[in-house]
């Protein structure tokens, strides 16, 4: 595991850097993380053991140990930049495990340490699948929640019925976007510029580039399209709990 005594490297704010970054995009990120923990308290406890789906930098790991002490997590990605900045940032955390696993290999849940989850939890990852990876997950992950337990997935779903609030919500943003791009905000390319030059970061950096390429999109199917996959993976209630006009944070009741 990757750590600072080893590195010199400051993994706490190479973590605020990623979540400045994402908050360019969203920035609305923390009121849907709130509102994801709020449910997982409401439906499984204070003191669930956690699925990290994608997990990057354990944006949402963070914030689930940060409010709920008795929490554990198993934070899964493929990207070896982001989990070089996780595993740095939560070295020493017992609480915490990370795995490297492609969650398009059909046995990636052979990789983790439990065969049983509370709740798996998502943001802002799963539109890089399109639909027929995205639901041979769903049905994986059915088999990895406990009965009773929960999946949520906040994550860019657009509804295609409606192209002229889509087209109006997408100018607004994009408008506040350039603005404060002016301003110095670094976006994701920069950011990954900033992370390439980094003596830690290069190498892990290059080798994420060999994976995925520059950037790569699913097909960002709707919320009543991500539900009735789910609902056919196995979950029995499936229902937005926070919505944007161009996100919607989904859960899904095992």
């Known amino acids: 595991m990757t750590d600072t005594a080893t590195t010199g490297t400051d993994w ?3 973590q605020r850097s990623w979540d400045r970054q994402q908050e360019w995009y969203m920035p609305d990120r923390e009121e849907r993380f709130r509102v994801m923990l709020d449910m997982v308290e409401a439906v499984v406890g204070p003191e669930p053991r956690v699925l990290d789906l ?6 949402i790991t963070d914030r689930l140990l940060k409010r709920f002490p008795g929490a554990r997590s198993t934070g899964v990605d493929l990207d070896p930049a982001l989990l070089a900045i996780a595993e740095g940032y939560f070295a020493g955390e017992e609480r915490v495990t990370f795995v490297t696993a492609d969650l398009k290999d059909p046995d990636w849940v052979t990789a983790l340490p439990h065969t049983s989850y509370d709740a798996v939890l998502t943001a802002t990852a799963l539109h890089w699948l399109h639909t027929e990876p995205l639901t041979a997950l769903y049905g994986q992950l059915a088999g990895l929640v ?7 997935n906040a994550d860019h779903m657009i509804d295609e019925t409606t192209p002229r609030i889509n087209a ?5 943003r994009h408008a506040r976007m350039d603005q404060e791009k002016a301003a110095g ?4 390319t920069d950011w990954w510029a900033v992370a390439a030059k980094d003596p830690v970061l290069a ?3 290059a080798r994420r580039f060999e994976i995925y390429g520059e950037h790569a999109d699913g097909d960002t199917p709707s919320a009543r399209r991500h539900a009735e996959i789910l609902r056919a993976a196995g979950f029995d209630e499936v229902r937005p709990v926070w919505a944007s006009p161009s996100d919607t944070l989904l859960l899904a009741l095992k």
Do not use: Q
């Open 54 to 59: 994608a997990c990057g930098t354990g944006s």
């Open 185 to 188: 905000v670094l976006d994701w």
């Open 12 to 14: 706490a704010a190479w």
């Open 146 to 152: 406990r009965d009773g337990g929960v999946l949520m």
């Open 168 to 172: 109006a919500e997408r100018a607004r």
């Open 203 to 205: 190498e892990p950096t």
